[in-house]
């Protein structure tokens, strides 16, 4: 049983920064990818960034590449998306996933209950 938790959300001026937590349990490492998706009203979950968790590798949102950043600390048991010059087109709620494969959402069978982030 996996237990995702975000926090970091909020409201931020375009060009701004935040920093989104997901604080997990119940979870073994094992080969397998974390990431975050997002999604607006009215549009589809969308792919944000993914790590993999057994050995190297970061994967991202053509829309996002150059801005955001994931990583994972294990010792903290703590997933983050670091994101940079944000824009309004990032607004969204934010989920964190685990147990799944890069950005398709399909795959993923742990969720979070998401965080707000509005660009404005």
């Known amino acids: 049983h996996v237990q995702l938790v975000e926090s970091g959300g909020g409201l931020v001026q375009p060009g701004g920064s935040l920093r989104l937590s997901c604080a997990f349990s119940g979870y073994t490492y094992s080969g397998h990818c974390m990431a975050w998706f997002r999604q607006a009203p009215g549009k589809e979950r969308e792919g944000v960034a993914a790590i993999y968790t057994g050995r190297s590798g970061t994967y991202y949102a053509d829309s996002v590449q150059g801005r955001f950043t994931i990583s994972l600390d294990n010792a903290k048991n703590t997933l983050y998306l670091q994101m940079n010059n944000l824009k309004p087109e990032d607004t969204a709620m934010y989920y964190c996933?685990?147990?799944?494969?890069?950005?398709?959402?399909?795959?993923?069978?742990?969720w979070g209950q998401g965080t707000q982030v509005t660009v404005s």
């Open positions: 996933a685990a147990q799944g494969w890069g950005l398709a959402a399909r795959t993923y069978n742990a």
